[in-house]
């Protein structure tokens, strides 16, 4: 190891660059496609140093794609998905047209859903965010009908059995009541779709307005409905680290 460069497996680097899945560069190597420093590697654990060594497939050079990683308040209203308006809805596409990127979002937001979303077109990373085997935590603000009372915050604590099983969520705590609303916030690692408006309604309250203000260490912060910003290196950092993915260049 040198000034700070990791090596990878072929196989990794090979899907960093965008070429195929890791299984399939594994079918590449064995097949003899592959050549590193101009001599075909057959060896499935050989490793990369991504700085210096020129990697072919087929004869032709690879590199790794640049990748983006976005974060965009959703605001209420919008659908999570790219392609123009949809049976009269406006979709994300519209906020995220000077992204040059073909990026993509990483798990949704119900259409009158709003806060954070991380859109990419780095697809392992994306992966790992809506793969529930990663428990990649997310938080959400509820603002719920009613008052919700200690007795039911502590049965939400334990965990409710919805129409696809049980849900539990990692945290609840009350932020505050209001006059006839209540505000929470609540943690799940897990996407089931509707997850939050249906574990709450589950306890007699309905939801009124639902925001998701992190996902994992990355937190929505400033950013004003319909913005979007680059993520920073901290950022990207820590998620990646929460993921469980490593950098394969050390900074
Ligand atoms: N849970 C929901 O009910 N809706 C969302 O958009 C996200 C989580």
Redesign the pocket.
């Known amino acids: 190891m040198e000034g700070g460069t990791l090596l990878v497996r072929l196989n990794r680097y090979l899907s960093m660059c965008g070429v195929a899945s890791r299984r399939k560069a594994d079918e590449l190597i064995l097949q003899g496609r592959v050549k590193v420093n101009g001599l075909v590697v057959k060896e499935l654990g050989w490793r990369v140093d991504p700085h210096r060594d020129v990697v072919e497939v087929d004869g032709r050079e690879v590199k790794p794609a640049t990748y983006r990683y976005i974060i965009l308040y959703k605001p209420c209203c919008y659908l ?1 998905s790219l392609g123009g308006t949809k049976e009269g809805k406006r979709t994300i596409e519209e906020l995220i047209k000077d992204i040059s990127e073909r990026v993509y979002p990483a798990g ?3 259409y ?2 709003e806060g954070l979303l991380i859109l990419t077109n780095d697809g392992e990373l994306a992966h790992r965010i809506m793969h529930p085997r990663h428990k990649l935590p ?1 938080t ?1 603000l509820v603002w719920v009908s009613g008052i919700v009372k200690g007795e039911t915050l502590d049965a939400m604590k334990r965990g409710a059995v919805l129409e696809d099983g049980p849900a539990k969520p990692d945290s609840v705590r009350l932020v505050k009541h209001m006059k006839d609303k209540s505000l929470i916030e609540i943690v ?1 690692h897990e ?10 309604s589950s306890f007699g309250h309905k ?1 009124i307005r ?1 925001k ?1 203000v992190a996902i994992g260490p990355v937190r929505l912060g400033k950013l004003k409905p319909g913005e979007w910003r680059d993520m920073t290196k901290e950022e990207l950092k820590s998620l990646r680290q929460a993921l469980g993915i490593k950098s394969f260049v050390r900074d």
């Open positions: 999570t949704r937001l119900d009158n859903a997310k959400y799940f996407g089931r779709k509707h997850i939050v408006k249906r574990f709450v939801v639902l998701r």
